[in-house]
């Protein structure tokens, strides 16, 4: 394995029941890739528990990441809200999330979503924990009031630890330039997965606003089991496809493929305090 070349999958839901029958199996390729750990994403009270106990099965390589995902946010109640405190307090809990606004898929509504999101962005200021951000914006093209309200509460609701590097993660990013601009300048850095390297004028601006904001201020992520690289098209997702999409970014931001792995791996340790 080439040392030079070690990757973290910032944000990964192996606990997805699309794993079941492999998830160990899942595991040994992630480290054979030389993507040798994974944050897995607990998005609901169901997932929490499993999540956490993923991390303790593999202490080196897997950590977790508990929050109520928008489009969950009808299930938000003080007895979960409770659960979620004690469990926050496990060393293998390395921030909040994914947590945020999602226009397009949630139940519940835009109001309830932003109330959910405060009470969560007050529960990572008490816990001193980083954010994960779920920013989904409606399916009208030029609507991108989803990312504008999200940043708005930050701003007006969250107090910042000036003694940390980065505050957070803005997931799966698909905004503005603007957008992105705005969250880096929050503290926080931009989560980069496959869709970077999907074909077609679509995905255009999102290639451009890689190499904008340049690779100081990004992380790789998988999202598995969706979203698989542009190879592996109608295929599950999964850590080990880590290697694809960094070379899609050093493809995007014309540098070596060294220096994408050194880089969004130094910033996904400093975002998570991963020693």
């Keep these: ?162 003694q940390r590097k980065f505050q957070g993660i803005l997931h799966c990013f698909s905004g503005r330039l603007e957008d992105a601009q705005r969250a880096i300048k929050l503290g926080f850095l931009i989560g980069v997965n496959s869709i970077i390297g999907y074909k077609g004028k679509k995905n255009d601006p999102l290639r451009q606003t890689i190499k904008e904001i340049g690779i100081e201020n990004i992380v790789l992520e998988t999202d598995c089991p969706y979203l698989p690289p542009q190879s592996k098209r109608g295929e599950r997702n999964e850590p080990s496809f880590i290697p694809e999409i960094a070379q899609t970014v050093a493809d995007v931001l014309e540098i070596s493929l060294k220096e994408v792995a050194q880089k969004t791996t130094a910033n996904t340790k400093a975002v998570y305090n991963i020693k």
């Excluded at 007895?79 to 979620?84: A, I, M, P």
Aim: some cysteine.
């Design 1 to 162: 394995m080439n040392k030079d070349l070690l990757y973290i999958d910032s944000h990964a839901h192996i606990g997805d029941q699309a794993f079941d029958k492999d998830r160990a199996d899942i595991v040994s390729r992630l480290i054979a890739s030389g993507t040798n750990m994974l944050v897995e994403i607990g998005c609901t009270p169901k997932e929490w528990k499993p999540a956490i106990e993923l991390a303790e099965q593999y202490p080196q390589n897997i950590y977790a990441c508990l929050g109520f995902h928008p489009i969950y946010a009808n299930t938000y109640n003080k007895e979960e809200e409770n659960h979620l405190a004690s469990l926050l307090k496990n060393e293998k809990v390395v921030a909040l999330g994914e947590i945020g606004l999602d226009y397009d898929h949630s139940n519940a509504t835009q109001e309830f979503q932003r109330e959910v999101f405060v009470k969560m962005l007050k529960f990572a200021e008490k816990a001193d924990l980083p954010l994960v951000l779920h920013c989904r914006k409606s399916p009208t093209p030029e609507d991108f009031s989803a990312y504008k309200d999200l940043l708005n509460l930050i701003e007006k609701n969250y107090k910042a630890n000036p």
